[in-house]
Each structure stands twice: as structure tokens, then as C-alpha cells.
């Protein structure tokens, strides 16, 4: 290295499982000096043998570095493995997967003692870190100043995302973003099932299925507009009253098939009561109102 090569920031990382050590070895090669601590030693000794050094413990870990990444199972083991470490002047940037009124709580405990905070989504999964091509990002919310200051550190693992200032704006993203997929989740089960005792080869039925689901995705910049304008029939090309006659042929199919409506009856009862409302002249966006009653 020559005396003008730019310095890699160094860095602590507490929590060396599938994540953390996935996370070490990306800043690790990416020539970034990282101290790193883990509850259970021996887990984070093959990173001592990839330049790492291992601290004995989290509180020697965290006196090493201003920027200190957490990624621990849950927020109670966040609590824990700080409660002797001095924060104060640290950064601290949590990538532990949590509630936003836990991210919230935890901003608090790391402002009263002394510590900008990040918290972190991760979205992705441990082999998608340190590969650029990947598509693996992380929502970060919290200390615009700290994001700024360690962006490009943050960057080597993955693509980074500033969700706002509100700590708990990255959870939210990260939960909201999970939901949809898990109700993406259900509704190829379902499709599956439909077909599960027929002569129909499923690998022959999976890309029918994903190329339906990509076609329909777009769907949410129409949810999106209307929520943004108040104004739930704009463009709507599919109302809801054609939608809920439609469903009954749903129904009725599972039904053929033998096959139990318990992941589609709850959208479709939501779609139900909308239209017993008035709103057969709109499309689903007027579910959400249903739902978020707060
Ligand atoms: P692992 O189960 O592999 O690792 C959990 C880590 O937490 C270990 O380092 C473990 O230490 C530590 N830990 C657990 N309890 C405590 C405690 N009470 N005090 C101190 N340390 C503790 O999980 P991952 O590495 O996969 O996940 C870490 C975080 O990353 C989680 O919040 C997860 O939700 C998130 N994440 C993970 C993804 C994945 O695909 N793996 C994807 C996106 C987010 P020890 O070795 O001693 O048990």
C-alpha cells in the first residue's frame, strides 16, 4: 500500500452466525481492519485465520472501533451483550432484525448513553453478501449524520437504502416488504395445491406462475397513486364488483380440486365487505383502509 492509498475504516462487528460472519468476510476483503466479537468464541475463530481480530469481549470489541455493527439474534441479545460496553462517541449500527418500537427503544438507550444509531434491515441472505450482483441491500434509518459519515463502509456488504430519520422507519420497510412476500408465499401454495393431483408437471407450472406474478407486480404503483390521491377508482380497469363475482369461480374450483380456501378467504372476504360498503367501483386499494384501523 502506498502512502497515498485510501485507508478502508475500521470496523467491530459483534455477532459472528450466518450473517455476521458472511458480513466480516465482505469488509474483510475489502482490506477494512475489523475487530469482532461473538458470545460463543469459537464461532468467530475462523475469522481470526481471515485477518480478524477476535476480542475477548463485546465491551473490548466495542472500545476498538467508532463504528460498531451489531448482528445478534433478536434485540433482547443486543441489550445483553452491550450492557457492559461504553457507547459513548460510538456509532452504533444495528443490523439485528427487530420491531420498529423496538428499533425505537433501542435509539433511545443508545442516545441516553452516548452513541449515534443506525438501525439496520438486512435484505438479503447471507450468500448474497459481499456480491455486488446480487441485488442484496439494507434499509438504514436513524442518524442521517452517521449513515453519511459510514456510507461507504456501509456499502461493501450490500446495497444501502436510507429509509428516513425515524429509527424505526428500516424495520418497517424490511417487515412490510416480508408481509408481501409472504402473502406472495401463500398464493403460490395455493396454485400448487390446485394442481398438486393432476397430470401437470410442476416445473412446468413454476414459470407460468412467475411470469404471471412479475406481470401483476406493477399492480402496486396503481395501490400506491390511489393512496397518494385519495381517489380509489382513478384508472381502475378491474373493479371490485367484477373481482368479487370472479371469486366465486375461485372458491368454487378449490372446492373441485379438494382443496382447502383457507390462505384466499381472507383477502376475499376483505374484498367483500369494501363492496357491501359501496366501493364496486374501485379495485382492492380500499382493503387497506380495512386493515390499517389505527
Ligand atoms: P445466527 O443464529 O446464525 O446467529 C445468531 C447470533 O446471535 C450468534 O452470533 C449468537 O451467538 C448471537 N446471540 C444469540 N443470543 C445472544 C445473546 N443473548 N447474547 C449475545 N449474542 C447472542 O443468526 P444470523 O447470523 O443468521 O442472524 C443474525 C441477525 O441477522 C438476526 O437478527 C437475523 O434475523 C438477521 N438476518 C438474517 C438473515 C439470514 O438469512 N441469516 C437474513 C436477514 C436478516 P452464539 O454463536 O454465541 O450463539
Known amino acids: 500500500m502506498t502512502d497515498n492509498a485510501p485507508v478502508s475504516a475500521p470496523l467491530t462487528l459483534l455477532g459472528t452466525g450466518a450473517m455476521g460472519t458472511a458480513l466480516a468476510r465482505a469488509w474483510l476483503a475489502a482490506g477494512h481492519p475489523v475487530t469482532v466479537w461473538n458470545r460463543t468464541p469459537a464461532r468467530a475463530e475462523a475469522l481470526a485465520a481471515e485477518g480478524a481480530t477476535v476480542a475477548r469481549t463485546a465491551a473490548e470489541a466495542v472500545a476498538a472501533n467508532r463504528l460498531v455493527v451489531a448482528c445478534l439474534l433478536d434485540d433482547a441479545s443486543v441489550g445483553e451483550a452491550l450492557e457492559e460496553a461504553v457507547l459513548s462517541g460510538r456509532d452504533l449500527v444495528n443490523l439485528t432484525t427487530g420491531t420498529p418500537a423496538q428499533a ?4 433511545a438507550w443508545a442516545g441516553a448513553r452516548g452513541a449515534r ?16 450482483d446480487s441485488g442484496g441491500y439494507v434499509f438504514y434509518s436513524g442518524s442521517a449524520q452517521a449513515f453519511e459519515e459510514h456510507r461507504d463502509t456501509l456499502a461493501v456488504p450490500a446495497g444501502t437504502r436510507y429509509a428516513g430519520k ?3 422507519f428500516a424495520a418497517l420497510h424490511d417487515v412490510a416488504l416480508l408481509s408481501a412476500m409472504y402473502g406472495m408465499f401463500a398464493g403460490i401454495t395455493h396454485a400448487f395445491a390446485l394442481i398438486r393431483r393432476e397430470d401437470i408437471a410442476p416445473e412446468e407450472f413454476a414459470p407460468l406462475l412467475t411470469d404471471w406474478l412479475t406481470a401483476m407486480a406493477p399492480a402496486a404503483h396503481q395501490t400506491a397513486a390511489h393512496l397518494a390521491s385519495g ?3 382513478q384508472g381502475v380497469v378491474s373493479t371490485l364488483a367484477m373481482q368479487v363475482a370472479g371469486t366465486a369461480t375461485l372458491l368454487r374450483t378449490a372446492e373441485e380440486q379438494g382443496v382447502s380456501p383457507q390462505l384466499l378467504t381472507p383477502f376475499l372476504e376483505l374484498m367483500r365487505r369494501r363492496l357491501a360498503a359501496g366501493h364496486g367501483d374501485e379495485d382492492t386499494t380500499g382493503v387497506v383502509d380495512l386493515l390499517a384501523t389505527r
Open 166 to 168: 425515524d429509527p424505526g
Open 231 to 233: 381517489d380509489y377508482t
Open 117 to 132: 444509531y443506525l438501525d439496520g434491515g438486512i435484505m438479503a441472505v447471507p450468500p448474497m453478501i459481499g456480491d455486488p
Open 104 to 107: 425505537r427503544a433501542r435509539a
